[in-house]
């Protein structure tokens, strides 16, 4: 039992159970003292007592310094494997070792090695196999290199079941998930050294599934995802291919690279950085709650990274579908408490269904459900889309998030639509109107449509409104205001469907009334 404590500390850095080691008997009677085994058990290493290192410099780190790290990870590789070599150690086995961290949502985070060997073959090759645990959920790890004389060539590892949750979920004071992914993932790393006729590689293939990514508190199931990094040695860049990730049936095949910013051809941006290409073809949209059909589409990415002013920045964000196109473009600063987004989008006759499947879950959630729920086929025209959501609004703890009219825009044009209204009454059909959301207030403007009911009557609407005074408040209440016109048996039976219900209060029936009425109805719902 052994405890190593810091000089000028009281709580101990380390504590070891025990250490077991074999000897090479032959080389002892020699006169040689030779460890041929290793084996440790219970080790526990409390890494918050170490001092912390100074911070990754973001703004140094290159894509195209990728193969001097790769070159110098080799040759600190052959050091290991001749240190190991010359002191004659096989093989090494190490359990119940565990490190105390913390996470990156601040809450205490142990690393567990339950069992760990590593065994040095004929050609002086290293292998690893094991087990190793973070917060209790166990990886399983394997890591094999390849040698060619005295140097290694090739280096494969492998971790199965990597919990991603403690690195890149973070939670509320009340431990409830609030941004990031929540799952795990299988990670397979190789990389070759070139030299002696065989050229240089690298490659990561990362694997996930049912997981889930939480923005402002709002889950979106990851089916699943497989995403294959390579480096290409020719051009300098990251290189992302063969690519996909699933949200149940939302399907999207990805493909893109990274580039260092100042060899981005037609650079502006003074500083550091990245250019970023990122293309989705032959994707498939299929939202269930919208009721819609699936649907092909594509989407091109291409904007940049910028280290000093820590944004995320997409000019070209294009959606084509064979029923319309969106040119867009979307920034982040990561910036205070919480980031800075802006998104704005120009949308050029695209079919409803279209919309509704592509519009965002966390992007005004109250007016989207609304939308899914109750709009129908049809066609939008001239749609403009603007959201800004300042800094430290959308933050860990959470928060109302309301906007304002000057940071939450929609507006669009609809023709040929099919429109919920309220309760009993029918939908309103050849829908021609206009729909505006700013800030917490919706408004949509009918300019024509037509309500056909069961019994055959048919009612115009001339002109209608229907709007949401404020979308934040709750309970959520409408007002509704149409101006129809028909025949005066169907504008009697759309009066009598709840919840306007005026026969009712008259004691009249529908069949009481006849020739041809325009009217107005205004309702008011909670």
């Keep these: 039992n052994v405890a190593i404590v810091p000089e000028g500390g009281k709580n101990p850095l380390a504590l070891t159970q025990s250490v077991a080691m074999v000897l090479d008997p032959i080389a002892l009677l020699g006169g040689n003292f030779k460890v041929k085994e290793i084996v440790t058990q219970g080790v526990a290493l409390d890494a918050r007592l170490l001092p912390s290192g100074p911070p990754i410099d973001f703004a140094n780190l290159r894509v195209d310094g990728i193969p001097a790290i790769l070159d110098r990870a080799f040759q600190e590789l052959d050091q290991v494997q001749s240190f190991i070599a010359k002191g004659g150690l096989d093989r090494m086995q190490i359990g119940g070792l565990e490190v105390s961290a913390t996470g990156v949502n601040g809450r205490p985070l142990l690393i567990s090695v339950d069992d760990l060997s590593m065994e040095r073959g004929a050609d002086d090759a290293l292998s690893f196999v094991g087990a190793v645990s973070v917060n209790?959920?166990?990886?399983?790890?394997?890591?094999?290199?390849?040698?060619?004389?005295?140097?290694?060539?090739?280096?494969?590892?492998?971790?199965?079941?990597?919990?991603?949750?403690?690195?890149?979920?973070?939670?509320?004071?009340?431990?409830?998930?609030?941004?990031?992914?929540?799952?795990?993932?299988?990670?397979?790393?190789?990389?070759?050294?070139?030299?002696?006729?065989?050229?240089?590689?690298?490659?990561?293939?990362v694997e996930t599934a049912g997981g889930k990514i939480y923005s402002d508190g709002i889950p979106q199931e990851l089916t699943r995802a497989r995403l294959n990094l390579g480096y290409d040695f020719t051009k300098d860049t990251l290189e992302l291919s063969a690519s996909r990730a699933e949200f149940r049936g939302m399907i999207l095949p990805l493909s893109g690279g990274l580039i260092d910013l100042d060899r981005l051809p037609g650079n502006g941006d003074v500083g550091s950085g990245f250019g970023i290409d990122l293309l989705v073809s032959e994707a498939r949209a299929d939202v269930p709650a919208a009721g819609e059909a699936p649907f092909p589409f594509s989407l091109k990415l291409f904007g940049r990274y910028l280290n000093e002013k820590s944004e995320l920045r997409f000019d070209t964000f294009t959606v084509s579908t064979p029923s319309g196109t969106m040119d867009a473009s979307f920034g982040i600063r990561f910036v205070g408490t919480g980031p800075e987004v802006r998104f704005d989008a120009l949308i050029r006759d695209m079919k409803t269904s279209v919309v509704k499947q592509l519009w965002p879950y966390w992007?005004?959630?109250?007016?989207?459900?609304?939308?899914?729920?109750?709009?129908?086929?049809?066609?939008?025209?001239?749609?403009?889309?603007?959201?800004?959501?300042?800094?430290?609004?959308?933050?860990?703890?959470?928060?109302?998030?309301?906007?304002?009219?000057?940071?939450?825009?929609?507006?669009?044009?609809?023709?040929?639509?099919?429109?919920?209204i309220t309760g009993d009454i029918p939908p309103l059909r050849d829908t021609s109107a206009h729909f505006d959301l700013a800030g917490k207030q919706v408004i949509t403007r009918i300019n024509s449509a037509a309500s056909y009911f069961p019994s055959g009557r048919v009612v115009k609407v001339e002109r209608g409104e229907l709007k949401l005074e404020d979308i934040y408040r709750k309970p959520l209440m409408a007002d509704i205001d149409i101006a129809v016109s028909g025949a005066a048996d169907a504008v009697a039976e759309l009066v009598s469907f709840k919840p306007i219900r005026a026969l009712e209060r008259v004691g009249f029936a529908v069949a009481d009334f006849t020739g041809t009425v325009r009217g107005e109805a205004k309702v008011r719902l909670r």
């Design 136 to 205: 209790g959920q166990q990886t399983e790890i394997s890591a094999l290199t390849v040698n060619t004389g005295d140097k290694a060539t090739s280096l494969t590892l492998r971790l199965a079941d990597v919990r991603l949750t403690p690195f890149l979920l973070k939670r509320g004071a009340a431990g409830n998930p609030r941004q990031g992914l929540d799952g795990s993932a299988k990670v397979t790393i190789s990389a070759k050294r070139g030299g002696d006729g065989q050229s240089p590689a690298m490659n990561m293939i």
């Design 363 to 420: 992007i005004a959630a109250k007016p989207r459900r609304w939308v899914l729920a109750n709009i129908f086929g049809g066609t939008i025209t001239n749609g403009q889309i603007s959201v800004f959501i300042p800094q430290d609004r959308l933050t860990v703890e959470p928060k109302p998030l309301h906007l304002d009219e000057n940071e939450l825009r929609v507006s669009f044009d609809i023709v040929d639509a099919r429109m919920n």
